[in-house]
């Protein structure tokens, strides 16, 4: 079991630089775990964007939400990509809207570590570093900023490779 988590901010390269990860392991079933949601027009275009690179080499799994028991359904001849955490932590807290706290975030981080630290597949994770810019008004937004760090660092903690990437140029944190 490996996993690497991939950093970045928006449009840095990161998924490219996580799709290339995965194919260099030609030997392995390709799994890809989208986890975007197309509320509207835009998102629909980033997603047929992502959808136009991939070979039919990838077998699609769109999970917005339950991500951790998904990941118990592989072993050693998978590699998953999960594009991306920032977006289905977003789904967890739209999820619960108004309602939505830090414990209940923080169990789903859990569950997701957990599941992470024991699936059989090899996991390459996309994850945006959303705590580089300005500190956002509104307690919703406050509330997914902080929770991003927090996932992000504690998704590196059991990761055994970092890779931060920006301008399309991979940088080693770890591994």
């Not at 690497?4 to 799994?31: P, T, W, Y």
């Not at 275009?45 to 990838?58: E, F």
Request: net charge negative; charged share 20%.
């Amino acid at each position: 079991m490996s996993i690497h988590l991939v950093l970045g901010g928006a449009r840095s390269g990161k998924s490219s630089f996580a799709e290339r990860q995965v194919i260099e392991q030609s030997e392995l079933n390709r799994h890809y775990i989208a986890t975007a949601i197309a509320f509207d027009k835009e998102m629909e275009q980033r997603i047929a964007h992502h959808q136009a690179g991939r070979d039919d080499l990838w077998q699609l799994h769109e999970c917005p939400i339950n991500i951790a028991a998904l990941l118990e359904s592989f072993n050693s001849n998978d590699i998953v990509l999960v594009d991306c955490l920032t977006l289905w932590l977003n789904n967890v807290i739209f999820a619960d809207g108004e309602t939505a706290s830090s414990e209940q975030i923080s169990s789903m981080v859990d569950q997701l570590v957990i599941a992470l630290q024991n699936t059989k597949a090899q996991v390459v994770l996309v994850s945006n570093e959303v705590g580089l810019g300005v500190i956002p008004m509104g307690e919703v937004t406050r509330l997914y900023v902080d929770h991003a760090g927090w996932m992000n660092q504690a998704i590196a903690k059991v990761a055994s490779q970092v890779t931060f990437v920006a301008a399309g140029l991979p940088m080693k944190l770890k591994g």
